[in-house]
């Protein structure tokens, strides 16, 4: 969950809000059905309540990058590497969205056919939120699994005091009966870096967990943070076991980087080169599938029936807040910043594609 | 790494003591084959580092789950769901090592068939140190994957204040070149209860970050942290991002608890059972070899090159530590506390198997 100022918002109808960035990708080159790939991408970003991830932030980003030729509206993807239920991909540098639902739904198709089926991507740029890959899995009855790592860097490593990677994300989405699904999916770092951003904007001190200053030590400094970008892996420190944040990094660029054969920070010339790791389980394969879903809604309800800590109301399972956005957005809209809806109007002008939310 | 006290140690051959260990698992009701699989797993934890899972603590627990008959000397290990590159398997409560090193070995040979294989597996023990399954994929150039959760619980999910399930470990061991593998091995809480025992003997407050106390807030005391066992999860707090330490000890539930259809914490009236969850993936199903090694090799060191923070006089990657700690230790020996010489000494008499080291 993205922490959002308190400010007055308009809720906008999802599906009016999908159309209108499916016209503005398909105004800047991309396919009717790519386009419309990416949207649902970026709108069920806005639906599950990671606006950081969404139309107000990123959309406008991706937009700039299309036009700048960083990402390639018609990519040729291809496999490079075939062993069944593995495989090997090239992007052709196209919008991540598009590279991942292509590959993931690939995946899932030998999923069904070998038990389980994991694919690495090289020269792909960024895929937006992680989990919109391994929720795919869940109408195939699959655990899906997905992770990314950047060219670029903005964490550092557990003991130094340069960036060596970036937030390298994972997700892994489990279906339930009843409850909502599990869906973890997280920064492998203490935060991202919208959440500095918001401090910053609201002029509050952050934790000394999140980030290094300019002279390498932990900073409160919101505003520092956001220049020096050094965050800090999960943990962060000695006694957090920042070690163990630091390692699930390293292994997301392993699987995306060095399993795609494409590498990593510095490794490239391209900083904005990004490589993915998709997979999944077949449930069935390991049993009945009833049995998986009794046993999942008794896990998750013990979890949800947790007495709650002092100062918590309730206790939540990974993918809960996200659902319970979810169910609330597609019914009431999703809120968008009037200074977001300013941009949209502006874009809708440039494009000639009609802003009907 | 475990946190152990400064205090005299002896060093010992650990070959030798291996071959101990053997003999009182045989002496146990254990074959010759499975003791020897259980003791090269002990003592390669020591070997690695990991006292808390090795001959000085928990070799003595085994002895005693094996007198009270709570682990079989005599499973049979038998394959229940098989569909290929997935299988899920009974332990027959054997000792876990015996069950884990079975299955993997298993995993190891399809994965070489399929390019990846899993498996999750029921109603088995305590299977030591995560690591000693996915490290056995290194020779086979794959990745090795492993998991276990237990039907205790000693660990709160994030904004509650009673456990539900335990520090869920997870392994992945990855092959380099010339560089040490990578091995991130770690419990899905913030500390080992292991390192709150070590705080507790030498008097030292541990961080709030850890445990809570009887009025279920955070403790500093280690000695009320132990009665109370309520270990918090990976990030610990809000500003930590406890919600990923919790989810992914969640994850690793699913995994072991639900895909080998056996539960969870309170779901089963045995809170001795376990499950585990295996994997690997093989590299040459991704591309060359070569190619891999390389670019791991480049990975590695360029973490390892990374200017160290203040206070620290370098930068690990996960596996480091304890690749130097087995050179150090297969020629100088394992350290063995004087109090652990001594119960071998107890235990020698007891069972007539010489303590020859």
Redesign the interface.
């Known amino acids: 969950m993205t922490t959002v100022e308190a400010v007055e918002r308009v809720r906008v109808d999802s599906e009016r809000l999908e159309r209108f960035v499916t016209g503005a990708f398909v105004a800047h080159g991309m396919s009717d059905a790519d386009a419309a790939v990416s949207a649902r991408g970026l709108v069920l970003a806005d639906l599950r309540g990671h606006e950081s991830h969404g139309v107000s932030t990123n959309f406008f980003w991706y937009i700039e990058a299309l036009r700048k030729g960083e990402i390639n509206p018609r990519p040729q993807i291809t496999i490079i590497?075939d062993?069944?239920?593995?495989s090997?991909w090239d992007g052709d540098y196209g919008h991540g969205f598009v590279v991942g639902e292509r590959v993931m739904r690939e995946v899932i198709r030998r999923t069904n056919q070998?038990?389980?089926?994991?694919a690495?991507v090289g020269r792909s740029r960024h895929y937006g939120m992680a989990q919109y890959y391994s929720l795919m899995a869940l109408d195939h009855d699959q655990?899906g699994f997905s992770m990314t790592n950047s060219h670029s860097a903005g964490v550092?490593?557990?003991?130094?005091?340069?960036a060596?990677y970036e937030t390298n994300p994972l997700s892994?989405a489990?279906p339930a009966g009843e409850e909502a699904p599990?869906v973890?999916d997280?920064a492998t770092s203490?935060?991202a870096a919208g959440k500095i951003g918001v401090a910053a904007r609201n002029g509050t001190a952050i934790?000394p967990?999140?980030a290094?200053g300019a002279d390498?030590?932990p900073t409160t400094d919101p505003n520092e943070a956001m220049r020096t970008i050094k965050l800090l892996p999960?943990?962060?420190t000695k006694?957090?076991?920042g070690?163990?944040?630091?390692?699930?990094a390293?292994?997301v660029?392993?699987?995306c980087?060095?399993?795609?054969?494409r590498?990593?920070?510095?490794?490239t010339t391209d900083p904005g080169e990004v490589n993915h790791f998709f997979g999944a389980?077949?449930?069935e394969?390991?049993?009945?599938i009833e049995?998986?879903r009794e046993?999942?809604d008794?896990?998750l309800r013990?979890?949800r029936e947790?007495?709650?800590?002092?100062g918590?109301s309730?206790?939540?399972?990974?993918g809960q807040p996200e659902y319970e956005a979810e169910v609330d957005r597609r019914a009431n809209g999703v809120p968008l910043h009037p200074t977001v809806m300013d941009k949209l109007r502006t874009l809708s002008g440039e494009t000639g594609v009609p802003l009907d939310l």
């Open positions: 590497h062993s069944g239920a593995i090997r070998y038990g389980c089926a994991f690495a655990i550092v490593p557990f003991q130094g005091r340069e060596r892994v489990a599990f973890l997280m203490t935060a934790p967990t999140w290094l390498d030590r999960l943990g962060a006694e957090g076991s070690h163990k944040g630091s390692g699930l390293l292994w660029d392993i699987m980087g060095v399993l795609s054969m590498g990593f920070h510095s490794h389980w077949k449930i394969a390991f049993g009945p049995e998986y046993l999942m008794a896990r013990s979890i947790t007495p709650p800590a002092e918590f309730r206790v939540l399972h990974a």
